[in-house]
């Protein structure tokens, strides 16, 4: 059986016989994505309770990684303008220093979560 025309059938969107589709998995290997926390995150959600705009996301690792860039962007600018408020200032005291950091943490998970993770 010809590698070659194997793959361009399976390039083409040809339908593969048995033995065809043995030989394709032997030559390409799967590419394992891996997606930060809110990637995951968004991924879980679309499986979960919107299957129809996963299935018509055209690059699914591509809009994943896309959260996780988005949500690392916007951790940063939120981290920036929450630390520098007079609400969330650290005294030194280490048990306050630790609940101002948990907060903004939690506030900034939050956000991140309702504006970009779990959007329809």
């Known amino acids: ?35 930060g926390k809110y990637g995951t995150l968004a991924k879980k959600y679309l499986e979960e ?11 699914i690792p591509e809009y994943l990684h896309g959260v996780d860039a988005a949500a690392d962007r916007m951790y940063e600018a939120m981290y920036a303008k929450l630390s520098a408020s007079d609400q969330f200032k650290k005294n030194g005291d280490f048990m306050h220093d630790l609940q101002v950091e948990t907060e903004i943490r939690n ?14």
């Open 1 to 35: 059986m010809n590698t070659a025309e194997v793959l361009r059938k399976a390039e083409a969107g040809e339908g593969l016989t048995v033995e065809e589709v043995k030989v394709y998995q032997t030559l390409v290997t799967p590419v394992k994505h891996t997606y």
């Open 107 to 120: 506030r900034i998970d939050t956000e991140i979560l309702n504006e970009i993770v779990y959007v329809n």
């Open 49 to 59: 309770h919107n299957p129809a705009k996963l299935w018509t996301i055209e690059n």
